[in-house]
């Protein structure tokens, strides 16, 4: 099921977990946001209130992208997560033993900044749609 979808569960998607969504939709592959981070970048709500929306409705979209503060991998989904890490060339800080053990956030953390992370004919033009921007 994607996000998009209409579910039951889904019908009571409210503004702010919409919201939350679409910040978790737009995180670059291999870069992350700590829940605060996108409470902050929504203007609303706190860190718990963005892991209750993700819990609910954060199936469709790059769940592993939104993560703790300090980098610590999501209980329960570390191996799923791990995969995904690593396939998208987030960084990692390894322990002792060689493995991993927590996301690098100075690396891997996303500020939100669209503008940022694409071209630079798609960030002087702020008109372009995402679709267009990911061509350019």
């Known amino acids: 099921m994607t996000r998009r979808e209409v579910t039951p569960a889904a019908a009571g998607l409210g503004d702010f977990a919409s919201r939350v969504l679409d910040v978790a939709e737009s995180i670059p592959p291999g870069r992350v946001m700590s829940y605060g981070d996108i409470a902050t970048c929504v203007g609303e709500g706190g860190p718990r209130q963005v892991g209750r929306v993700m819990a609910l409705w954060g199936g469709g979209v790059p769940w592993w992208r939104v993560v703790h503060a300090d980098g610590s991998l999501l209980?329960?989904?570390?191996?799923?997560?791990?995969?995904?890490?690593?396939?998208?060339?987030?960084?990692?800080?390894?322990?002792?033993?060689?493995?991993?053990?927590?996301?690098?956030?100075?690396?891997?953390?996303?500020?939100?900044?669209t503008r940022a992370e694409m071209s630079p004919a798609a960030a002087a033009d702020p008109g372009l749609s995402r679709a267009a921007r990911r061509r350019s």
């Open 75 to 113: 209980s329960g989904h570390e191996r799923e997560a791990l995969r995904h890490y690593r396939t998208e060339g987030t960084p990692l800080r390894s322990g002792a033993d060689g493995s991993p053990v927590r996301l690098d956030m100075r690396k891997a953390r996303w500020s939100g900044d």
